[in-house]
């Protein structure tokens, strides 16, 4: 990739010179290095008449070695998410010359806005995160026979979760679970568990076959080939069944064991199966066009937005239906802080909270005053847990505070959400593209599929873009169904409170009751402190 020179943007090179017709690319855009591109060139803006820039490009061939630190092979580097990482310039110990300028496609990583320095001429990342995945190249000035030449080269660097903490968990079956068989018909056992990331693959899903509860007397079964896909950027999801070719009774005698193991350790979960008696009914020999029709319908129409059904079903079942005791918190929060709420935590989260801090704003947001609030002006990352905890009473769990550091980020997540009463999501463009974010409201809406006691709320904080959001990596299926359907409601901060009084009024209506939270205040009252 040819950089665009100094601040000139869209330029189109061109080869000069007999032969070298049609030998053109734009700066900015990369391109399949070839000896045929070595030459002159000459630039031209296509937003402004200014004169042409020229440079002479030369291209290596891997047989060639006129720059004696050439290395032919190409470079990439895998780097492990949330730890730093080092980034080195190929062929770069075979010199002296340390000054290196490091670009990201097209810009200098210097330019960016990320943590990162530059040592010996390697790239030092401080915390690699998913955004650092991509294209860099490295440049360097080299002096070949009295000119000095601008050497240019490429890295691809991926980026990757860190190294498994925990066992594999089985979604299905979950415990001892019991199905139904048909004696004579074929049968399949299916196994369905979620791996955390591993570099060396150690995935594996096997059946057995007992006698009863004796698992001695264990027997590898016949399977067919597993399948895995990831779901997310920490996890795979793998699939695997066992085949029964004909149930007899002798199989309702045997007890089906699935287990899944890693490098970390292993699960297993069991499967017993029941005779299910036929019933034959008479058939029924004439049906109306228009029944089968309108039946063929409804069932589509059912298979295809059975997920939104459950959702919507279980979101408003459960309103009004929770219990205070049972739960150590109300709300778990989930948010991805932005650029301008960051800034603020920086000189907000440091001055003194409690019953007497942001008095005025924290007053006018309870009595819903809108001739009075100014605290809507300040980001909501910062605002809703103030409100939440101080001016409601809620009792709030929030990763970075009530976490004890140091444990499985996944099993802390799950373990967080199924403490809580509710989970509210703040939604942003940031938020759908933030992996661990994006676990979180996943590990929401399973909980809410599996179980009546957790409610769920989203809080769209950039509604206006939401249907322009393209989050990397894409979502998975789950949640960009769920946000369709589940419950939400829109904030827009800078606005005065006038026109957010109304937010205020509808997020009180869907929290939980707050009736009972006075029979557990005394024991789990909890203060922001800064």
């Known amino acids: 990739m040819m950089p665009c020179f100094g601040a000139v943007s869209r330029l189109v090179c061109s080869r ?22 070595s030459g002159k060139y000459a ?63 097209n810009k200098a990583v210097s330019e960016q806005r990320r943590s990162s ?38 890295v691809n660097v991926t980026v990757i979760p860190g190294e498994a903490s925990s066992p594999p968990r089985i979604t299905y079956p979950y415990g001892n679970t019991t199905e139904l068989v048909e004696i004579g018909r074929p049968h399949n056992l299916t196994c369905e568990v979620y791996f955390p990331f591993e570099v060396n693959f150690s995935r594996e899903v096997l059946w057995y076959k007992s006698n009863g509860s004796n698992m001695e007397t264990m027997t590898l079964l016949l399977m067919e080939k597993q399948q895995q896909e990831r779901v997310s950027f920490h996890e795979f999801k793998v699939v695997r069944s066992a085949v029964i070719k004909q149930v007899t009774p ?10 899944a193991s890693n ?16 019933v034959k009914r008479p058939s029924l020999v004439v049906y109306p066009v228009a029944a089968l029709l309108l039946i063929a319908a409804l069932g589509v129409v059912l298979h ?79 605002l809703l847990p103030r409100v939440l905890e101080d001016r409601w009473g809620y009792r709030l769990c929030l990763l970075e505070r009530d976490v004890v550091p140091g444990g499985a980020y996944t099993n802390d997540v799950v373990l967080a959400i ?67 359907v589940l419950p939400s409601l829109d904030w827009t901060s800078g606005k005065p409170a006038r026109a957010t009084s109304g937010f205020w009024r509808s997020l009180r209506k869907a929290m939980p009751d707050q009736t009972l939270l006075s029979l557990t205040q005394n024991q789990n009252h909890r203060i922001l402190t800064p």
């Open 250 to 259: 002798q199989h309702l005698k045997h007890r089906y064991t699935c287990t």
């Open 117 to 154: 320095c530059q040592t010996s001429g390697s790239l030092q990342l401080c915390q690699v995160g998913t955004r650092d995945a991509g294209l860099y190249f490295c440049d360097r000035q080299t002096p070949e026979r009295g000119v000095i030449w601008t050497s240019r080269r490429a």
């Open 263 to 278: 490098a970390v350790g292993n699960r297993k979960s069991s499967v017993e199966l029941t005779h299910r008696i036929n």
């Open 418 to 484: 199924q403490r809580s009463r509710m989970l509210i999501c703040l939604l942003s463009a940031d938020y759908l593209s933030n992996s661990h974010a994006v676990f979180e409201l996943e590990s929401g809406v399973q909980a809410l599929l599996q179980s009546f006691d957790v409610k769920l709320l989203l809080i769209w904080t950039s509604r206006a873009s939401a249907s322009l959001i393209q989050p990397d990596p894409l979502l998975p299926t789950l949640v960009h169904r769920a946000l369709k």
């Open 16 to 37: 000069t010179g007999g032969g070298a017709a049609g030998l053109s690319f734009s700066c900015g855009s990369d391109f399949l290095a070839e000896a045929k591109h």
């Open 43 to 105: 630039c031209r803006s296509l937003l402004s008449s200014g004169s042409d820039l020229f440079f002479h490009l030369q291209v290596l061939r891997r047989s060639e070695v006129s720059l004696g630190c050439l290395q032919p092979e190409a470079s990439s580097v895998a780097l492990r998410a949330d730890v730093g990482g080092t980034v080195s310039c190929p062929g770069l110990r075979c010199s002296n010359n340390t000054n290196v300028i490091w670009y990201k496609r």
């Open 304 to 382: 295809v937005k059975w997920l939104e059904i459950r959702l919507i079903y279980r979101s408003h079942l459960q309103h009004g239906k929770h219990h205070g005791g049972e739960k150590e918190f109300d709300v778990f929060l989930s948010y991805v802080w932005s650029p301008s709420a960051a800034l603020e935590a920086g000189v907000t989260l440091r001055s003194p909270a409690g019953p007497d801090a942001d008095e005025d704003a924290c007053l006018s947001i309870t009595d819903l005053n809108p001739e009075e609030s100014s605290a809507t002006q300040r980001p909501l990352e910062l």
